[in-house]
């Protein structure tokens, strides 16, 4: 899954897209509404983003709207070799 | 079941981590795509960006063939996940989705424990079906 990215100088850059893309790229405040909506939250919607990586081998770029019908598990971490 | 990891390195520090050391933990290297989220914005919208530290917490969310989260779980740095558990909670969520809710699962149910049937008779019956025991492996 994922289109295959070529490997330059230029660091390729990923992030939110659609709805949530302007309030997670600039740093303004938002009101309580936009907020409520933007929330994650069970039972809501997965935040749709893009974000390029590594994949056995090959550097690939990633939609996680890619991966809808089927079962998906997003983890996070806080870097590579850290110790846990 | 498909799985991403993601964390702030760049796709090149992935490459590295994974030739280095994953390789010799998990034969073959890491089957799945190891994602690149430098300035955290992705980590920023699902809550697990920490701006003072400038890392992603350790955030796992389970996501449904729809797109919608189902669970998740995030940890500060120094504690790892409970991998059975996060299997555990998605076999029930499969469970659920696959009898359209008719059965749920309740606290401490595993694959072949018993499910409880929510509907008119069960109110207040409950007790007579699960017991508190059954929380416990």
């Not at chain 1, 936009?34 to 939609?63: C, L, N, Q, S, W």
């Not at chain 2, 595993?110 to 409880?116: D, E, F, I, N, Y």
Request: with cysteine; hydrophobic share 35%.
């Amino acid at each position: 899954m994922g289109e295959e990215l070529k490997a330059g100088c230029a660091r390729p850059t990923g992030g939110p897209v659609g709805q949530d893309r302007d309030a997670a790229t600039e740093n303004k405040p938002l009101d309580d509404k936009k907020e409520e909506r933007k929330m994650v939250m069970v039972g809501r919607k997965a935040p749709d983003f893009t974000a390029p990586g590594y994949h056995k081998g090959k550097f690939v770029e990633i939609r996680l709207s890619e991966y809808l019908g089927k079962w998906t598990l997003l983890c996070f971490y806080p870097g590579d070799f850290t110790f846990v | 079941m498909e799985i991403l990891s993601i964390s702030i390195d760049s796709m090149f520090v992935h490459k590295m981590w994974n030739d280095h050391e994953l390789s010799k933990m998990v034969s073959g290297g890491i089957p799945f795509p190891m994602l690149s989220d430098a300035g955290g914005r992705v980590g920023k919208v699902y809550g697990v960006y920490d701006e003072d530290a400038g890392v992603e917490t350790r955030g796992r969310f389970i996501i449904d063939p729809d797109g919608v989260i189902q669970g998740y779980e995030v940890l500060t740095p120094p504690v790892g996940r409970n991998v059975s558990e996060t299997i555990r909670q998605i076999q029930a969520f499969q469970l659920v989705r696959e009898t359209k809710g008719a059965e749920a699962t309740p606290s401490g149910w595993k694959p072949g424990k018993m499910t409880l049937k929510p509907g008119a008779d069960l109110v207040g019956k409950v007790w007579e079906q699960w017991k508190t025991e059954m929380a416990f492996d």
